[in-house]
């Protein structure tokens, strides 16, 4: 048998640590897993400083047991989602109901990324013409209102036409008067509720489609009520939040802060 020189047994004791090395290499190089997966592990030093076994699954960001290199190895990835549709049309016409708009998920989140967002919004809405393009018959009653951000989806109506935004006018009044259901409302549609507080003075702008062309007011408005005359609400997308109001004054812009802006349905 031949005998190894020095220079090749320092080569073959250089091979071997390599190799036990390499072996026993952790971190979370190609190892990065989704969910809980106990088998996505190794051996090697924690992200809280201690040595041991260690994983590279999306549980261990909870669990404060990754391997110390997982951030960068597995760099965390956010929820995509795309733009919002176009709103819908009411549910229901000629009567208080509500709207929807959608998206949809473009990158599920990996390695612990921000989840995803709410995919769907509701918000209270009413159409003045019902399906076969007839106006709706007018009705007495209380002013149907919801907050100002339906107004941001009304330049159409029902059938697409483009709505004339030029002449609108808002109406100052003085809270008096509210259920308690308007305070403990927090589904995403109804969230607005929370702000009406009796005494308050809030702002409630009236336009089109809810704008009446033959008198200029609004339903429920108290556009012909006298100062201070006790007048009726109800908030669309919660029948049992309703109350009481005094008309203040009609101007030509509102100017209240933004949770207490509100627009006629």
């Not at 592990?41 to 549980?59: I, K, L």
């Not at 076969?132 to 209102?145: K, L, M, P, Y």
């Not at 330049?155 to 709505?163: I, P, R, T």
């Not at 607005?192 to 009796?198: K, T």
């Amino acid at each position: 048998m031949q005998l190894l020189s020095v220079d090749q047994r320092a080569l073959l004791v250089v091979a071997a640590l390599f190799g036990m090395y390499h072996f026993a290499e952790g971190g979370c190089s190609g190892r990065c897993c989704q969910g809980t997966d106990f088998t996505c592990s190794t051996t090697d030093w924690r992200m809280d400083r201690v040595y041991g076994t260690c994983y590279c699954d999306e549980r261990c960001v909870n669990t404060k047991d990754c391997c110390f290199d997982y951030p960068t190895e597995c760099p965390a990835q956010p929820c995509v989602v795309s733009e919002w549709s176009h709103w819908s049309g009411c549910a229901q016409p000629c009567q208080p109901s509500f709207r929807v708009r959608r998206r949809s998920v473009e990158r599920l989140p990996q390695n612990s990324g921000q989840a995803c967002p709410r995919l769907e919004e509701q918000a209270g809405c009413m159409e003045y013409q019902d399906r076969q393009g007839q106006f709706c018959a007018q009705t007495q009653g209380a002013a149907f209102i919801t907050t100002m951000e339906y107004s941001k989806g009304r330049s159409h109506d029902l059938y697409g036409a483009q709505m004339d935004a030029g002449y609108s006018f808002c109406m100052e009044f003085k809270m008096e008067s509210l259920t308690p259901h308007c305070t403990v409302e927090n589904r995403p549609n109804t969230r607005w509720m929370q702000y009406l507080r009796e005494g308050y003075t809030v702002c409630v702008t009236c336009q089109l489609p809810a704008l009446s062309n033959h008198s200029q007011g609004c339903q429920g408005d108290g556009d012909l009520a006298e100062r201070d005359q006790l007048l009726h609400w109800q908030a669309v997308g919660s029948p049992r939040c309703r109350g009481t109001w005094r008309k203040v004054q009609q101007l030509q812009h509102c100017s209240c802060p933004q949770v207490h802006s509100f627009v006629f349905i």
